[in-house]
């Protein structure tokens, strides 16, 4: 793969998860082979079921389902989730759940590893 974006934060509070799939789907549109993978409480954001709507935000879980519109692949961290009480059945779509020693390959194989934290 040529890029991966790593998100750590969760879907709402900051903008980094929707600047992060901003920058996915750019890549993924000009034909970069790329691939996110939501760590942290950056696994929230692969929930079903957002009502951001009180917040006045788009849902960022049906955004980030349709990434494989833009040839983009979305992972999800089994750590994270384990962590955090989420199911497989919570989620949306998804190209997998890897684990932290898949994550490690994936890291050093990409050409470019972009990383959006929260909060940083």
């Known amino acids: 793969m040529d890029a991966l974006v790593l998100i750590n934060g969760a879907p709402y509070g900051t903008a980094t998860p929707a600047e992060a799939y901003r920058t996915a789907i750019g890549?993924?549109?000009?034909?970069?082979?790329t691939a996110v993978v939501l760590v942290e409480d950056g696994v929230w954001v692969a929930v079903k079921g957002h009502n951001p709507k009180?917040?006045?935000m788009q849902d960022l879980s049906q955004a980030f389902g349709a990434l494989n519109q833009f040839d983009v692949k979305l992972y999800v961290l089994?750590?994270?989730l384990e962590e955090r009480g989420i199911s497989e059945n919570e989620l949306i779509k998804n190209d997998g759940i890897i684990t932290m020693e898949d994550l490690k390959k994936m890291i050093k194989?990409?050409?470019?590893v972009l990383t959006?934290?929260?909060?940083?």
Do not use: H, P, S, T
Request: glycine share 22%; aromatic share 4%; with cysteine.
């Open 54 to 56: 009180v917040i006045d």
């Open 78 to 80: 089994k750590e994270a």
């Open 109 to 112: 194989e990409a050409k470019c």
């Open 116 to 120: 959006f934290l929260a909060g940083g």
């Open 27 to 33: 890549l993924g549109g000009m034909g970069v082979d």
